[in-house]
């Protein structure tokens, strides 16, 4: 670690630094500013060939700011790590196996300027993507810096190319620390490396702020989600025709797969225009693909908890809050039964409980070893 005032982080993720509906890594990169941080937000796994594929990503300027720092304000600045390609699951097991040694050298991709930031990095933390590929590499670069591997997923059942998850098992003994979400997710890990567990930090200063109620006198359901992966539109479907009385509110989604008089669909929103539509509603939806989970404890689990609000979610996600109303996919009376759970169960304070603000997350992230302003 350096000796400079101003100490240094790194993260690098698969999102886009100033996307509207901002997650956990936009999150982390606010605290570690406000705690007189320089911070340097890296878009990562990105590349012509995710444009060819439909990437949303590429409604920002991607290609304008491509492999060059970006000032946003002082002591925070952007930069996408944009390649001609990365690794990204196909179709097949063939071609798979046919793409793995072109895919291998993602790891050996051009990193221009952003190598001595890098270098000049104390604590770097990457988010479980095609990045991992880079883990060795960028070990050798930056020898002293606190390298984490922030754990949300379990690469097994998202749509990754096997050689993420061959360069995931490469890299855990080279991470000064492996933060996983859950228990479950720290288990998978353990035969590897020791595993903390960290639940994710949600932002309370923002939930705690008084504001007005988007919703009018019937019982109100909301998802968020920016994901594609994280949405099963048959099961909104599903619960729309179930409780019609209900007004359900889906948030950053913006390709509307189905039609009810009962259900409303919202872009992409900024992050503090998504919040009164958590703090005030009924109950918190969790209606993610089965492409998606197990997670648990994901991030928006914490926020619909924060906001003391019952969960209706698939019983497949491992979710194990006191405040998880459960259903089985593919069962319309389990749904039902859990929607109506769900909106007679109180809205109890304790359901808060365990929620980490994102500063105690990022304090956690850095370690003793570094100074937190």
């Known amino acids: ?35 007189g941080w320089d911070v ?35 002591r925070l600045r952007s930069f996408v790590l944009l390649t001609w390609t990365h690794p990204g699951k196909l179709p097949t097991a063939l071609a798979n196996r046919l793409a793995a040694p072109w895919f291998r050298r993602y790891a050996h991709s051009p990193l221009g300027p952003l190598a001595e930031a890098l ?39 998202l ?22 979400y859950t228990p479950e ?18 932002d309370k200063a923002e939930f705690d702020r008084k504001t007005s109620s988007p ?52 872009e992409e929103m900024p992050f503090e225009s998504a919040v009164p539509y958590m703090q005030h509603a009924t109950m918190g939806l969790y209606f993610a693909s089965p492409h998606h989970g197990p997670l648990g404890e994901s991030n928006i689990v914490a926020e619909y908890s924060y906001c003391r609000l019952p969960i209706v979610a698939p019983s497949d996600l491992d979710v194990g809050r006191p405040n998880v109303c459960l259903y089985e996919r593919g069962d319309p009376p389990s749904l039902r039964r ?12 304790a359901f808060a409980d365990g929620v980490l603000s994102t500063q105690e997350l990022a304090i956690a992230l850095a370690g003793d070893s570094l100074s937190v302003r």
Request: without cysteine.
């Open 1 to 35: 670690m350096s000796a400079r005032d101003t100490q240094r982080v790194i993260l690098i993720s698969g999102h886009y630094l100033q996307s509207e509906g901002p997650g956990s890594y936009h999150h982390l990169a606010t605290v570690y500013w406000e705690l």
């Open 40 to 74: 340097t937000f890296v878009t990562a796994a990105i590349s012509r060939l995710s444009r060819w594929r439909g990437d949303s990503r590429f409604e920002y300027p991607i290609f304008e700011e491509a492999n060059q720092f970006v000032t946003v304000r002082e």
């Open 119 to 157: 270098r000049d990095a104390d604590l770097i933390i990457f988010e479980g993507t095609a990045v991992l590929l880079l883990v060795e590499r960028i070990r050798d670069i930056a020898p002293h810096a606190r390298l984490v591997y922030r754990v949300s997923d379990d690469l097994r059942r």
């Open 159 to 180: 749509r990754v190319h096997p050689v993420i998850i061959e360069a995931e098992q490469r890299a855990l003994p080279l991470f000064d620390l492996v933060s996983a």
């Open 185 to 202: 997710a720290a288990q998978r890990l353990v035969p590897f490396r020791p595993v903390e567990v960290h639940p994710p930090g949600v």
């Open 215 to 266: 919703y009018g006198e019937m019982p109100s359901a909301v998802f968020v989600g920016a994901s594609p992966l994280a949405f099963d539109p048959d099961t909104m479907a599903l619960a729309a025709d179930l409780a019609p009385h209900v007004d359900f509110h889906v948030i950053g989604q913006t390709a509307r797969a189905f039609s009810a008089p009962n259900v409303t669909f919202h």
């Open 338 to 349: 859990a929607l109506a759970d769900a909106e007679r169960m109180p809205h109890d304070p």
